[in-house]
């Protein structure tokens, strides 16, 4: 196993390169990137989002950024695992590129478009049930924000994934506290969440969204749970650079000023 | 007389056994062809419960793991109330999930305007890559159920609620795959229509003299094929009939036909008033209240051939 420094470099990488993007493009979303920049480094460096022993350039498992704003936050792991081009990698911002700041389906590595929220759990589900009914192992990791849980249709697709139990489900919920217009709690009140999630019957987890070992332990306690899971990782939006860092104005790039960047990339090295 | 769900369904039941790729969902929606369908084919089969927007997205990750998807449910709950789904999910992505409408229009006549599908029609075809048909009849809805398994795409298939009588000329495939029929030739008056309103308009040309006056069933409202055109192209005038509100529905669509081929010539449209109906009486009686009943039409063809 990996040592947690080793997971921790790979997550200030994946920070520092974002940055640089956003930095470029003059836009993206750095609060809610950032607050899932872990879970994302751990999933994918973990190995719990296993190659297809196929295809170097390709997984066997798949995985849904239903928060589709915060989709760009796996494109330098792809980039790093060879799975999107370093050309489209490099060329983003500057030249013609698969990549977007919203995640879609031409985009290797990417398995659903998403931008609008809800609807990634479904699809998710969707893969699952095939899966399942193929009699494949594959897995599907899908992470959503809190904000999404405002959208019914998740609170449909959850019964629907633990009516037909698909196990081969991990949720992780990116519980970063704050949605565009402030916190949840005080725009309209979602908590207590992990009771509402277990209530519909998944196995539910918590744990520091920033902590690896937490974090690692948890997607092992879920990849060989017998029923459908959910983590909710407690998560800070903006994570790693001090002015974004629970502001829910860093929903959205701002301008900035030259110091101000150079700020932000002291705070990621 | 056949019901069209039953004629969709049983289609798509033999390929589907076939084709173990083929799946079909419902959200708590039944037929006695969904029974046979859900019992011999239940790996196949997929109850989503009365959940429109999960059913449409769960649709979407089927399809994209290689599976061809029917969902089916009621014409207006699994157009509008998931309208987002069927365009963020299945439309950008542009997936082969074929949804069934069924009980379009007024089918619904005596359970009042939330179960009326009147608006369907222009939802549906504002969606980016879809593709829009309407059964007229129960063989129809069978050959559109063949041809979305032979050509799978994103796509919305209109059926009516009650049973009803296969319509003459008898529907063959390859006016399935152009898009429309055509059901009587003529130059001086040409009718749009489908769905429902083909049966209606038809009784009212046979129980009249009314001469040269060509009939077209519109199955495929969108795209609208080259060969509908120039069939258009060829009438004097046009009028187009259908049970939806005004706005973006049969009429707007040849109207957009006319428009893109730079086509100038009369055009009247008949279709729903802007108004939801309450009233008790069944769907004929709400057909007469918004002037689509036989008389109405008969009145409006006989006017469109003197003037």
Redesign the interface.
């Known amino acids: 196993m990996r040592n947690i420094a080793f997971f921790q470099e790979k997550a200030r990488k994946v920070r520092r390169e974002i940055f640089e993007k956003y930095v470029l493009l003059q836009q993206g979303h750095p609060g809610s990137t950032f607050s899932m920049a872990d879970i994302a480094v751990a999933l994918y460096y973990g190995n719990f989002v296993r190659r297809d022993p196929k295809s170097s350039s390709k997984f066997y498992d798949k995985v849904i950024v239903s928060k589709g704003h915060a989709t760009s936050c796996i494109y330098p792991i792809l980039a790093d695992m060879g799975v999107v081009s370093a050309e489209d990698w490099q060329n983003w911002g500057r030249d013609p590129s698969v990549l977007r700041v919203f995640g879609n389906v031409r985009i290797p590595g990417v398995d659903a478009t998403s931008g609008s929220l809800g609807h990634g759990l479904g699809i998710a589900a969707g893969y699952a049930l095939s899966f399942k009914r193929r009699k494949s192992d594959q897995r599907v990791f899908v992470v959503i924000s809190e904000g999404e849980l405002y959208e019914g249709s998740i609170w449909e697709s959850l019964l629907f994934i633990n009516h037909y139990q698909l196990d081969n489900i991990c949720i992780v919920l990116d519980r970063n506290d704050l949605i565009i217009l402030g916190n949840t709690e005080s725009c309209v009140r979602l908590e207590p969440v992990k009771d509402k999630i277990a209530s519909f019957g998944l196995k539910t987890f918590e744990c520091n969204g920033h902590d690896f070992g937490e974090l690692l332990r948890a997607f092992e306690q879920m990849t060989d749970a017998p029923g459908p899971t959910c983590l909710i990782a407690r998560t800070v939006k903006g994570k790693g650079v001090r002015m974004m860092e629970n502001k829910p104005q860093w929903h959205y790039w701002n301008p900035m000023s030259e110091a101000e960047v150079e700020l932000c990339r002291k705070e990621l090295q | 007389m056949r019901h069209q769900r039953d004629a969709f369904i049983t289609a798509v039941f033999e390929g589907a056994k076939a084709n173990k790729d083929i799946f079909l969902l419902s959200a708590d929606f039944g037929a006695p062809a969904l029974d046979q369908f859900r019992d011999q084919l239940p790996?196949?089969f997929?109850h989503?419960?009365i959940?429109e927007?999960?059913m449409?997205?769960?649709?979407?990750?089927?399809?994209?793991?290689?599976?061809q998807v029917f969902c089916y449910a009621m014409a207006p709950f699994v157009s509008l109330r998931c309208l987002?789904?069927h365009k963020?999910?299945a439309g950008?992505?542009n997936l082969p999930v074929c949804t069934i409408v069924a009980g379009v229009g007024l089918g619904y006549a005596d359970a009042g305007p939330t179960h009326y599908a009147t608006e369907d029609l222009a939802c549906l075809r504002a969606i980016v890559n879809s593709h829009v048909v309407t059964a007229s009849d129960a063989e129809v809805a069978r050959l559109l159920a063949v041809d979305a398994m032979s050509r799978p795409k994103f796509s919305f298939v209109r059926l009516d609620r009650q049973p009803c009588p296969d319509l003459t000329p008898a529907i063959r495939l390859e006016d399935v795959r152009r898009g429309f029929r055509i059901m009587r030739r003529g130059k001086r008056l040409g009718i749009v229509t489908h769905g429902f309103m083909l049966g209606r308009v038809l009784e009212v040309l046979e129980q009249s003299a009314m001469a040269d006056v060509a009939v077209a069933d519109l199955i495929q409202a969108k795209p609208i094929s080259n060969d509908f055109v120039d069939f258009i192209s060829a009438c004097n005038r046009i009028v187009s009939i259908e049970e939806q509100t005004p706005c973006g529905g049969l009429g707007s669509a040849v109207l957009e036909a006319l428009a893109d081929n730079g086509m100038v010539k009369p055009f009247s449209r008949l279709t729903l008033p802007e108004r939801y109906f309450s009233e008790n009486g069944g769907r004929m009686k709400l057909l007469e209240l918004g002037n689509l009943a036989p008389k109405n039409l008969a009145d409006k063809i006989n006017q469109l051939l003197d003037g």
Request: proline share 0%; charged share 15%.
């Open positions: 790996q196949q997929v989503c419960g959940s927007q999960n449409v997205d769960m649709a979407a990750g089927l399809a994209l793991d290689g599976r987002e789904q963020c999910a950008v992505m």
